[in-house]
């Protein structure tokens, strides 16, 4: 997704940076190199409120599908890797047979983790990339203003 400059614009300070606890000038500097980069990225949005959510097992099912639509989404003849954000419940085992599932579809899968951002700068960098499109579906703050500076990046469906 994102090189290395990109990284690089994170402070250097231990833990994890998130991009809602950055200010508009933090974020406005890593969102603008983002731009930059060549990377494609693709949104699904759901509510925590959603009716999905109001159980385990659908909280669960909705990030299985929602990831792979997204694998869906990509280029089917170019090899990738997947690499996402521990979701807020234990789903690794149904992401790794959905990982298995496509590549006996024939997606060129490279490798395959789920891992915390904290310990993952490539994940932090994905955190601006989605609050940013969080802020500008919600309205928020004058960090709603990011989107358009990597909006032309986003993969859309045909």
Same mark, same amino acid.
């Given at each position: 997704?994102a090189g290395p400059?990109? %990284? @690089? ?5 231990? !833990? ?7 200010? %508009?000038?933090? $974020? &406005?500097?890593?969102? *603008?190199?983002?731009?930059?980069? *060549?990377? +494609?990225? &693709? ?11 109001? +159980?385990?097992?659908? #909280? ?5 599908? #929602?990831? &792979? ?7 089917? @003849?170019?090899?990738?890797?997947v690499l996402i954000? +521990?979701?807020?419940?234990? #789903?690794?085992?149904?992401? /790794? ?9 024939? %997606?060129?899968?490279?490798?395959? *983790?789920? #891992?915390?951002?904290? !310990? ?9 990339? +989605?609050? $940013?499109? $969080?802020?500008?579906? @919600? !309205?928020?703050?004058?960090?709603? &203003?990011?989107?358009? /500076? ?9």
């Open positions: 997704m400059s990109s %990284l @690089n614009q994170f402070p250097a300070k231990g !833990g994890e940076y998130k991009y809602k606890d950055a200010t %508009l000038k933090d $974020a &406005s500097i890593i969102i *603008d190199e983002l731009s930059e980069q *060549d990377f +494609t990225f &693709s949104e699904r949005h759901r509510s925590r409120r959603n009716q999905s959510f109001q +159980t385990v097992e659908g #909280a669960r099912d909705f990030y299985v599908n #929602a990831i &792979s639509e997204m694998i869906d989404v990509g280029a089917p @003849n170019e090899p990738f890797d954000d +521990t979701p807020p419940l234990v #789903a690794s085992n149904e992401l /790794k047979k959905l990982c298995r599932e496509k590549i006996d579809e024939g %997606l060129e899968i490279e490798w395959f *983790d789920v #891992a915390s951002s904290s !310990g993952k700068h490539l994940l932090q960098v994905h955190d601006f990339v +989605t609050g $940013a499109v $969080a802020d500008n579906i @919600n !309205g928020i703050g004058p960090k709603a &203003s990011l989107y358009k /500076k990597i909006e032309k990046k986003r993969k859309r469906n045909g």
